[in-house]
Nanobody
Framework: QVQLVESGGGLVQAGDSLTLSCAAS????????VAWFRQAPGKEREFVAA????????VYSDSVKGRFTISRNSGKNTVALQMNSLKPDDTAVYYC?????????????????WGQGTQVTVSS
């Protein structure tokens, strides 16, 4: 089992920056990918960004590419999501997810471990 705990959410204004953190514990050595997803009220959960644990390769959704940066600290078992130039459309609950299996990086069902989520609200 892998446990994930997110932190760093909050209320910011459009154009501001915010950094989310995901702390992993448990059988972290089995993890191959860690990702961030988000879910806005009334909408489906959507992929934001992912990073491969061993090599640190990254992928992003088109909606955040160029504004968000995902990174990892293998020694501390943490993954960060640096969010710049935030927009009201970025308002959502952000979830950290991890997997120890294969499948599409972009699909939530490929991930078998999830955090409880952290709220990000961007005011206009």
């Amino acid at each position: 089992q892998v446990q994930l705990v997110e932190s760093g959410g909050g209320l910011v204004q459009a154009g501001d920056s915010l950094t989310l953190s995901c702390a992993a514990s448990g059988r972290t050595f089995s993890t191959n990918v860690v990702a961030w997803f988000r879910q806005a009220p009334g909408k489906e959960r959507e992929f934001v960004a992912a990073i491969t644990w061993r090599l640190g390769n990254t992928v992003y959704s088109d909606s955040v590419k160029g504004r968000f940066t995902i990174s990892r600290n293998s020694g501390k078992n943490t993954v960060a999501l640096q969010m710049n130039s935030l927009k009201p459309d970025d308002t959502a609950v952000y979830y950290c997810a991890a997997r120890d299996s294969s499948g599409s990086l972009y699909t939530s069902r490929s991930y078998n471990y999830w955090g409880q989520g952290t709220q990000v609200t961007v005011s206009s």
